[in-house]
């Protein structure tokens, strides 16, 4: 069974930055993507950043230039350096992998969640 553990959330005020980490364990065959997604209260889940095995990254518009997604494939990991963040960062943030588990079949994981709560 493939689980997604994140960290790395917290308080922050405006122009203040964290790091979330995300780190995929059990026993799977290949780790193809991994990103990051988010929730504000009220809204749907929307895309933040995601990066391929090979190191491919795509970013949503509004944190383009400000966050950064990396991947340590040796690890299983995933991190997104969140710089200059703002009131509307704030969110709760689910970690996502695209993962070809053990028997053979392509999946989506998702972690429980990271809140992520900037201050104006």
């Known amino acids: 069974q493939v689980q997604l553990v994140e960290s790395g959330g917290g308080l922050v005020q405006t122009g203040g930055s964290l790091r979330l980490s995300c780190a995929a364990s059990g026993t799977f065959l290949s780790n193809r993507a991994m990103g990051w997604y988010r929730q504000a209260p009220g809204k749907q889940r929307d895309l933040v950043a995601v990066i391929t095995s090979f190191g491919s990254t795509n970013y949503a518009d509004s944190v383009k230039g400000r966050f950064t997604i990396s991947r340590d494939n040796a690890k299983n990991t995933v991190y997104l350096q969140m710089n200059s963040l703002k009131p509307e960062d704030t969110a709760v943030y689910y970690c996502?992998?695209?993962?070809?588990?053990?028997?053979?079949?392509?999946?989506?994981?998702w972690g429980k969640g990271t809140l992520v709560t900037v201050s104006s």
């Open positions: 996502y992998a695209d993962i070809l588990n053990a028997y053979g079949s392509r999946m989506d994981y």
